[in-house]
T-cell receptor, first 114, second 113 residues
Framework: SQKIEQNSEALNIQEGKTATLTCNYT??????LQWYRQDPGRGPVFLLL???NEKEKRKERLKVTFDTTLKQSLFHITASQPADSATYLC?????????????WGLGTSLAVNP | NAGVMQNPRHLVRRRGQEARLRCSPM?????VYWYRQLPEEGLKFMVY????????ESGMPKERFSAEFPKEGPSILRIQQVVRGDSAAYFC???????????FGQGTRLTVV
């Protein structure tokens, strides 16, 4: 069956360090992959989208890589700040480029300590 | 632009009652998606609608659940005869076209007692 796995354990890092979160998937050939941030009691907020033909995407302190051979995406936050503390969700397109079939990971909780 | 608006934020229903969840998409967005989130299961797709049309309801239970997105007014997710297992956070998202980022509302937390 289709499966997405993210780091199940919470990630604790020191302010200023780089946080790296992992998203692995099986039995998919997604057209794109998205990363979202979710704070407690709130809806997910879109961060980055990377397409299958892109190896890397950047936005300010965020960087996403997408390795379709390894079936893995890495999400990096450089120069992390306490305000980056949240749960980060990985979502895959499973319908050839249509949002209606986004499959979601359970998320990784990140805590950035001052 | 006020963003995706969902109401109510919290809803408590007794078993057997009906729950109505409302979602107003962002201005200019004609695609609406409903998701359910349980603590240990992550977000699950329920239904995808465009104005006056259900495009994909493959994630929605066949019984008791229905959704609509009328020409005028918000999208409605309706759960009839609620049971305890329906307790969850229900999120609505909208996008201007398929295959682009989705903007989420704050969710409605349904508790069935």
């Amino acid at each position: 069956s289709q499966k997405i796995e993210q780091n199940s354990e919470a990630l604790n890092i020191q302010e200023g360090k780089t946080a790296t979160l992992t998203c692995n998937y099986t039995n998919y050939s997604p057209a794109y992959l998205q990363w979202y941030r979710q704070d407690p009691g709130r809806g997910p907020v879109f961060l980055l989208l990377i397409r299958e033909n892109e190896k890397e995407k950047r936005k300010e302190r965020l960087k996403v890589t997408f390795d379709t051979t390894l079936k893995q995406s890495l999400f990096h936050i450089t120069a992390s700040q306490p305000a980056d503390s949240a749960t980060y969700l990985c979502a895959l397109d499973a319908s050839g480029g249509n949002n209606r079939k986004l499959i979601w990971g359970l998320g990784t909780s990140l805590a950035v300590n001052p | 632009n006020a963003g995706v608006m969902q109401n109510p934020r919290h809803l408590v229903r007794r078993r057997g009652q009906e729950a109505r969840l409302r979602c107003s998409p962002m201005k200019g967005h004609s695609h609406v998606y409903w998701y359910r989130q349980l603590p240990e299961e992550g977000l699950k797709f329920m239904v995808y609608l465009q104005k006056e049309n259900i495009i994909d309801e493959s994630g929605m239970p066949k019984e008791r659940f229905s959704a609509e997105f009328p020409k005028e007014g918000p999208s409605i997710l309706r759960i009839q005869q609620v049971v305890r297992g329906d307790s969850a956070a229900y999120f609505c998202a909208s996008s201007p076209t398929d295959g682009t980022e989705a903007f989420f509302g704050q969710g409605t937390r349904l508790t069935v007692v």
